[in-house]
């Protein structure tokens, strides 16, 4: 592969970096913290390449500028470096949603947020005021599955999520990230009334109800039920994850 | 007309555009569609690591004479070995970032087995890896100096097997020779140039471990992982398993094995401490900048000793 060429896909990807990192669409991908790390070195590998460039015109290259460099296997590899480039400009992939959900059902995996890992009950601080009070579906997990006080006992929350089947039972998931989408956890509530069983996969929902006191037991990998008194189909967020 | 690689390109991207609609068609697959997400996301989440990796090698081959690293570094490699391990304390990144890098020191005159220490202590022992995860941990605490002990045996432990047992002719002649600068070149143009052309190269070898972590997480999936219940030695050899598979960043891992809280707290170390040191991505990375020789080698070697050493790590520190 020559310079030129060589430059031209540091561009691109560089370009792809700060156009998905400005248009937004990185919050698909990785958490929103990552933002000005993208635009950084996109921009880096922009400039790396023009100032390559602008060396070539002056003619001060370096003896790698031959065409024919010994180093054929190596430059290959290179080449690849137009799949995620293309992969961001022509499909620019989704966030993940429901397959996530169904593909990892089979695991012991509890909610993502990290207090799960104990096993015996803690006492949580008490939620705010409010109803329906607003919560994250991670806090919603957590509390359900772990919570001394039991302090969603009673209360009215609205929660927003995507609905997602799997074995037959309808969940409001919601998927947790803790640095890209490659290690997103799922955490849900079970829908166990009639009426939502056929809620198309992937639609966001924010629902309003009420956890079922006792329902986020070891045997059902401490996922709660969730009564749900209305619901709303919304659009789906700009940022899709909980972190 | 000659076939240039400017033309391939051109060619390429237009032969993109057209069949985009048909490309889209294809992968409306459920499954297609989550691995090319965690495709981009790998790719994207480890570029910036890269390129910081890149800038630092260039920042070494431009301003770091050979001699002073050699000065800094104890003479005797088995001294030097648990030196580079501890030294990976101070770079607060991912395992991307530390493969160019290593290469860079061995060109600089380094011994292969001191960088190569390095190279695995860098992403497993910095202080941005072990926060992460204390707080994947709150409730086990002691999975943070075990994850410290584990990685760092690890390395050191490689360190000197390959001081013992390695060979320069493993690692390919391309990874230690220097750039053909023109003589007189200014030093920010050598730092430009070997920053660009490391970039260029680890980026492909990044974007084959994106593929392969993104297939194998598609295709393996974790729903296996609850048949193993609770056979201690099964489980810890399939979640060592599970880390080269998965490839996760090392500042990620600790939040994916607190989740899979089904399973005893061994293997999930041991998950923490062979993921940082060899996974699939890592492979690719190293398989290109070093050689498939070397990579033949290597990641093996590196997947038996992590195991080996976490174990007793873990189980020092109380980790059950």
């Known amino acids: 592969m020559s310079r030129e060429t060589q430059n031209v896909l540091l561009i691109l990807v560089g370009g792809a970096l700060l156009t998905i990192a400005l248009n937004g669409t990185f919050l698909r991908y990785v958490k929103p913290s990552q933002q000005p790390w993208l635009i950084a070195s996109g921009a880096l590998m922009v400039l790396l390449a023009l100032v390559a460039i602008g060396r070539d015109i002056r003619g001060a290259g370096t003896a790698e500028a031959e065409p024919h460099d010994h180093s054929h296997g190596r430059a290959r590899s290179s080449w ?51 109803t329906p009070l607003e919560m994250r579906m991670a806090d919603v997990a957590t509390r359900a599955a772990w919570d001394a006080t039991n302090s969603l006992d009673g209360r009215l929350i609205s929660v927003t999520g995507f609905a997602a089947h799997d074995r037959g039972t309808v969940y409001l998931a919601r998927l947790v990230i803790s640095c890209c989408a490659a290690d997103a956890v799922p955490v849900k509530v079970r829908l166990a009334d009639p009426n939502s069983a056929d809620l198309p996969d992937d639609q966001w929902f924010t629902m309003t109800g009420q956890i079922e006191p006792g329902s986020a037991t070891p045997s059902n990998g401490y996922v709660p039920t969730f009564a749900v008194s209305s619901r709303h189909p919304v659009q789906a967020p700009a940022d899709p994850y909980e972190y | 007309m000659r076939v240039t690689s400017s033309r391939v390109l051109c060619a390429l991207l237009v032969l993109a555009l057209i069949s985009r609609a048909w490309l889209v068609g294809v992968l409306d697959v459920p499954a297609l569609r989550t691995a090319a997400t965690i495709f981009v996301a790998v790719c994207v989440q480890a570029m910036p690591f890269l390129v910081l990796g890149t800038l630092l090698s ?258 020092l520190l109380g980790v059950r």
């Open chain 2, 58 to 315: 260039g920042a070494i081959a431009a301003f770091v004479p050979a001699t002073v690293l050699r000065r800094v570094l104890p003479r005797n490699p088995m001294l030097a070995v648990p030196v580079a391990g501890l030294a990976g304390v101070t770079l607060p990144g991912c395992e991307c970032a530390s493969v160019p890098l290593a290469r860079r020191v061995m060109q600089q005159g380094v011994p292969p087995a001191v960088a190569l220490t390095f190279l695995l202590a860098a992403p497993a022992v910095n202080p941005v890896v072990l926060v992460a995860t204390a707080v994947a941990f709150p409730g086990d605490l002691e999975m943070v100096p075990a994850r410290f002990l584990g990685s760092l045996l690890t390395a050191t432990a490689v360190g000197w097997l390959w001081a013992r047992v390695g060979r320069t002719e493993w690692i390919a002649e391309r990874a230690l020779r220097r750039l053909p600068l023109r003589t007189g070149t200014a030093r920010w143009e050598v730092f430009v140039e070997t920053a660009r052309h490391d970039l260029v190269e680890a980026g492909g070898f990044l974007v084959v471990g994106g593929l392969t972590a993104a297939a194998l997480q598609v295709a393996v999936g974790k729903g296996w992982l609850e048949a193993l219940g609770g056979h201690l030695a099964v489980g810890i050899v399939a979640m060592a398993l599970l880390a080269v598979v998965l490839a996760l960043c090392s500042e990620a891992d600790a939040f994916v094995a607190a989740s899979l809280a089904g399973l005893p707290l061994l293997p999930r170390l041991v998950f923490l401490v062979v993921g940082p040191a060899v996974d699939v991505k890592l492979i690719a990375l190293q398989a290109g900048t070093f050689g498939k020789a070397f990579a033949a080698r290597f990641a093996p070697m590196t997947f038996v000793v992590a195991t080996l050493c976490s174990v007793p790590a873990g189980l």
């Open chain 1, 80 to 130: 690849l470096l137009l799949l995620p480039v293309l992969t961001i400009f022509l499909i620019a992939p989704p966030a993940l949603g429901s397959d996530v959900v169904s593909r990892s059902s089979a695991s012991p995996v509890v909610a993502g947020s990290p207090r799960h890992d104990q096993i015996v009950k803690t006492v949580f601080p008490p939620l705010p005021a409010g």
